[in-house]
């Protein structure tokens, strides 16, 4: 099995933490943006102590990816990913994306402030989230913060509308 370079990079991210750290001989390495921000003994429950897109890589290589919740509550659950489907199945509407995020904006910009229209904002910002994390549409991700901004809601705390 090809490990994936993103994978990879990962994985060496939590190796030279452990080496580093030669009494962390079980646990977790938790990565976020391949940048270590911590350790933890076990990550069962703990899921909403991290952001989607979080990365806990275990002793034997095996990782896990924080996902779902919201910027509030943290993280809804930890998804064990495989070492070869880190690009492929990980983020699988990164192709569909521009089209995704084009109709997202045109529903968000001829509806009215209702409760669907906060489901947008929070689908928008998600979406957003979710491109920068894996490196991808940079110009959707600047679109989406522009729509945002224009409609007064705050793209870095999604929900809170500017006064």
């Not at 001829?110 to 689908?123: H, I, M, Q, R, W």
Request: with cysteine.
């Amino acid at each position: 099995m090809k490990i994936q370079t993103e994978t990879q990079t990962l994985l060496d991210v939590a190796k030279a933490y452990r080496k580093e750290r030669p009494d962390l001989r079980a646990g977790y390495v938790i990565i976020n943006n391949l940048t270590v921000s911590g350790w933890s003994l076990s990550i069962s429950g703990s899921s909403n102590k991290c952001m989607a897109g979080t990365w806990a890589v275990d002793e034997s290589g095996n990782k896990y990816l924080a996902i779902g919740g919201n910027d509030y509550d943290g993280a809804e659950s930890w998804q064990m990913i495989p070492h070869d489907t880190f690009e492929n199945e990980q983020f699988p509407l990164a192709d569909a994306a521009p089209r995704f995020v084009e109709q997202l904006i045109n529903e968000f910009e001829k509806s009215s402030l209702t409760v669907d229209t906060y489901t947008l904002v929070v689908a928008l910002g998600s979406m957003a989230k979710q491109l920068k994390v894996f490196g991808k549409h940079p110009e959707l991700v600047d679109k989406i913060n522009q729509t945002l901004i224009k409609h007064e809601w705050e793209p870095s705390k999604i929900g809170c509308k500017l006064k």
